[in-house]
């Protein structure tokens, strides 16, 4: 079942341009979809129509199954959105800040000093927790933004680009649980800049730009599809001079670098990996030398994001 | 808990800090006892209604019913606050409609507005002379009403359109101002006031706020009641439309 189906949405502000320009997407139940795209690409937008925020200027957009046209009051109740924009109780302590929170999402009594004790000790919020959002730092106000939100159980949960300000610990620590949450049915919908984060808690993404989708599928498909020149660098013993040659003469178009001597490796910049690692095999054997070292950069979801935005900038 | 009374709490729990309750307590009552004794000493007692009055006992209803512009400010500032600080989308995200926000603001001032006027009441017994019946509460029960909600909503309306802290401030103590100063709140409006003061006291709300609690304080209340509470079902009206309109235009962060 789909938490998100998304049919030709179109968003204007001023009936003129269309900062999302006809997408089409869904995202299934349990599922962590990211959604990537520079600044200005319409992420933000379409996170604003999914959480009912903003009306669609076109197309149908379900969410858990609702039209969000119709039904925003209901799916409010279901969803949690942690937005981009920086939002706090400026005057009230972290803890207060969360009793408030646990009051508007009418947790019971009884439970909301178990979850917040729980949050605080998770979350390490502890030494800050009677100081007020005023007085903590950006990183500490963004933590307290994010764990208030998970003070309710939400069957879906947007994240406008949730780690913005983190340290790298906090940053960690968020994710993973972010992850359990999925693996417990929750369906994540999450957009970030940092790719690394992408990589590491999507299930797919989508790559967005001018208001357009560009590429949605799982990571490794993407990789695979949008596989390009790779990087292999390799360190030898005895000549590698004469290895560089060989590479040069045998792997048509590739570039082939390096100082050439023991100390430093001979990078290889190639889209036939198996070929130059044919001639690496033929020149130890022939040469009777010995590899030292040898790695092929993968294709990172970097790679595949600034080959898709870069091609739609290019056109 | 109702949804309305959850963001009516929050909104005073948030609103509500030691420097702001200072505030709305201290400077009405400044204005009672220190511009009202000091005043009293040079203007002992005057013919008001056809009774000798003392000038606190004459300035007490006014800052009573200055009071719903104490409650209508923060209103205001409460709808700004949350604009400026990412509360406001972030409430609009949750299962909250913009109709109950507006509510809750609504009911949360006129708590305000009340304490803030029962504090006045309780400073002022001791020193003014107060003849007031079960009606006359009632007629000032309304009275704060009807006034907070037509001040209530002018300040809502600025909250929802300024863009800046700035614009805000300065708008506000404007209105602030001209508003107090072009009523019967610290003088009489009699045939010796300058025309055109007294024609702007007569289109100005809090004019018919006052005098209505006036005379109930002073048991003179009567026809001009009507009068009055028609002027002020009429003035809140209108301005509760207006920040009803210029609320459902609210624009949210411009993020794409």
């Known amino acids: ?315 | 808990m109702n949804s309305t009374i959850r963001l009516t709490y929050r909104i005073i729990r948030s609103a509500l800090d030691v420097n702001t309750i200072s505030f709305l307590i201290l400077l009405p009552v400044g204005y009672l006892l220190i511009m009202g004794l000091m005043m009293g000493s040079i203007i002992h007692s005057f013919n008001y209604g056809g009774s000798n009055l003392s000038y606190v006992s004459f300035i007490a209803p006014g800052i009573v019913a200055d009071q719903i512009l104490m409650g209508g400010s923060m209103a205001g500032w409460v709808l700004w606050s949350d604009k400026r600080t990412g509360m406001l989308e972030q409430i609009f995200s949750m299962p909250f409609s913009r109709f109950q926000y507006q509510l809750s603001n609504l009911i949360a001032m006129i708590l305000v507005t009340f304490g803030g006027a029962l504090i006045m009441i309780l400073v002022a017994i001791p020193f003014i002379s107060i003849n007031i019946t079960a009606y006359g509460f009632l007629l000032v029960f309304i009275y704060l009403v009807l006034g907070t909600l037509t001040f209530g909503s002018i300040m809502l309306a600025l909250g929802a359109t300024v863009r800046s802290n700035q614009v805000f401030n300065v708008i506000s103590n404007i209105m602030f101002f001209v508003v107090t100063f072009t009523s019967s709140v610290f003088y009489p409006i009699t045939s010796q006031t300058p025309r055109p003061l007294a024609m702007a006291a007569m289109l100005n709300p809090l004019t018919y706020v006052v005098d209505g609690i006036r005379g109930a304080f002073l048991n003179t209340s009567g026809v001009a009641d009507i009068y009055y509470i028609a002027v002020l079902v009429t003035t809140s009206a209108i301005f509760m439309a207006i920040a009803s309109y210029t609320y459902k235009r609210i624009k949210l962060s411009a993020t794409v």
């Open chain 1, 1 to 315: 079942m789909n938490s998100i189906e998304v049919s030709d949405l179109k968003v204007s502000y001023d009936g003129k341009k269309y900062v999302v320009d006809g997408l089409s997407f869904d995202v299934e139940e349990g599922e962590i979809f990211g959604f990537l795209g520079p600044n200005g690409a319409g992420k933000t937008t379409t996170i604003r129509v999914l959480t009912t925020l903003i009306k669609p200027t076109q197309g149908i957009v379900n969410v858990l199954g609702m039209d969000v046209t119709k039904r925003g009051l209901e799916i409010r109740k279901r969803i949690g959105v942690i937005l981009q924009q920086p939002s706090y109780e400026w005057n009230l302590s972290v803890e207060k800040n969360m009793y408030i929170y646990a009051t508007l999402w009418n947790i019971p009594r009884s439970q909301v000093k178990k979850r917040i004790d729980e949050l605080i000790e998770k979350f390490d919020l502890a030494e800050i927790r009677k100081v007020s959002a005023a007085d903590i730092s950006i990183g500490q106000r963004r933590r307290l933004q994010l764990v208030r939100e998970l003070i309710h159980d939400s069957e879906l949960l947007f994240l406008d680009e949730p780690t913005i300000g983190l340290d790298p610990i906090a940053r960690k620590n968020l994710l993973t649980y972010f992850k359990s949450l999925a693996k417990d049915g929750t369906t994540i919908f999450f957009t970030t800049h940092n790719l690394e984060e992408a990589d590491f808690l999507c299930d797919r993404v989508g790559i967005i730009n001018h208001g357009r989708l560009y590429a949605i599928d799982s990571i490794d498909n993407l990789k695979a599809t949008y596989e390009g020149d790779r990087t292999i660098e390799v360190l030898v013993n005895k000549a590698p001079e004469r290895l560089a040659e060989k590479l040069k003469s045998r792997l048509v178009g590739a570039v082939v670098d390096g100082t050439f001597n023991k100390e430093s490796p001979i990078k290889i910049v190639t889209n036939k990996v198996p070929d130059a690692m044919e001639i690496i095999n033929e020149y130890i054997k022939e040469e009777g030398d010995s590899l030292l070292w040898l790695n092929i950069k993968k294709t990172e979801l970097e790679d595949v994001f600034f080959k898709v935005v870069g091609e739609q900038q290019n056109e």
